[in-house]
């Protein structure tokens, strides 16, 4: 493995190119009975990130290898992976901010069914979403040819849970979803938080009665693993925090 980084070649920009071990933790159902780690030294550029060496690697080396890709430009939250044991997006997770003197690790998320190699059955996971009734529900149908307004505070009070891409970073790094997969999980929690804060809304009690079950947002221990995991920099624990004043008081 190339670490020295002044001998390291460059490419025509000048970037500069290193030699990394990747050590993919692989399962094929067909095939394994367990899953198993492989190794694969892949050159990149300090530029690239984690999703170019799994291309490499599938493109020119295994075509076996299999993840979950699409925009390529943390939007679409489809590659959540455990990177050297920590919950990241591959397209969002440069070389240069890995320690690549040392192999790369990287796996599934945890707590959901494995399928193969770096996929796992995300269907528990939008199960618990869909639960939480994640759409506006106004009382009233909005008066012919106007808008639904609110104020810019009003509309401040759930921005940050607008940005979440439903990645399942946080849920997936959990450790009581690890123990309980019937919790509902940070993720349905804060698109929960989207809609009971919006001032438009009016089914916030439907949805703080379902968070109020034994699975719901009394199972959070506030460990700030799923605020740490966030690619989209959400204040998860704070959501869930907010959701648990609200189902206490009654009030949003
Ligand atoms: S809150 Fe953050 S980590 Fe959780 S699903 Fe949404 S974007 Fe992903
Ligand atoms: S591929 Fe879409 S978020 Fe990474």
Redesign the pocket.
Known sequence: MSTDLAEAPTNDSGVQAYTVTFIIRRFDPEQDAEPRWVDYDVELYATDRVLDALHKIKWEVDGSLSFRRSCAHGIC?SD?MRINGR?RLACKTLIKDLDISKPIYVEAIKGLPLEKDLIVDMEPFFASYREVQPFLQPAKAAEPGKERTQSIVERERFDD?T?????????S?CPVFWTDGQYFG??AI??AHRFIFDSRDDAADVRLDILNDKEGVWRCRTTFN?TE????G?E?TKAIAEVKQAVLSGRR
């Open positions: 939250g959540a919950n849970t940005k979440c891409i439903l990645c399942a970073a946080c849920t790094s940070p993720a804060v698109n799923c995991a966030c690619p989209r959400i998860v």
